[in-house]
């Protein structure tokens, strides 16, 4: 079981970026997944987040407005569109899956049983 995420790069302030967040298991769809960030020398934070069912989606206030998050079951593929990057936008962004996870602990990084490994995002200023 494996998730790949792809899609960072460098960007200038105001541009766009789409990450991407594939997994190998068949039954993706009914994973919750998140979309978490870390820039240097600070914490990891969420940014936005699939429930397991329904398709509702949360984000932090940092992204509400500016990021999209949202699922290709048929290619078992969660995305997060950024628009209007910042400078501060700037951090290795993760995605993360999980089975069971209920709708209160979306926003916790800790009760995710499945990480990819991170893809860079600089925004320059």
């Known amino acids: 079981v494996q998730l790949q995420a792809s899609g960072g790069g460098l960007v200038q302030a105001g541009g766009s970026l789409r990450l991407s967040c594939e997994a190998s298991?068949?039954?993706?769809?009914?994973?919750?997944v998140g979309w978490f960030r870390q820039a240097p020398g600070k914490e990891r934070e969420f940014v936005a987040a699939?429930?397991?069912?329904?398709?509702?989606?949360y984000y932090a206030d940092s992204a509400k407005g500016r990021f999209t998050i949202s699922r290709d079951n048929a290619q078992n593929t969660v995305y997060l569109q950024m628009n209007s990057l910042k400078p501060e936008d700037t951090a290795v962004y993760y995605c993360?899956?999980?089975?069971?996870?209920?709708?209160?602990?979306?926003?916790?990084?800790?009760?995710?049983?499945?990480w990819g490994q991170g893809t860079l995002v600089t925004v320059s200023s």
């Open positions: 699939f429930g397991r069912t329904g398709g509702r989606t």
């Open positions: 993360a899956a999980d089975s069971r996870l209920i709708l209160s602990a979306l926003r916790d990084g800790n009760q995710y049983d499945l």
């Open positions: 298991m068949r039954t993706f769809s009914n994973y919750a």
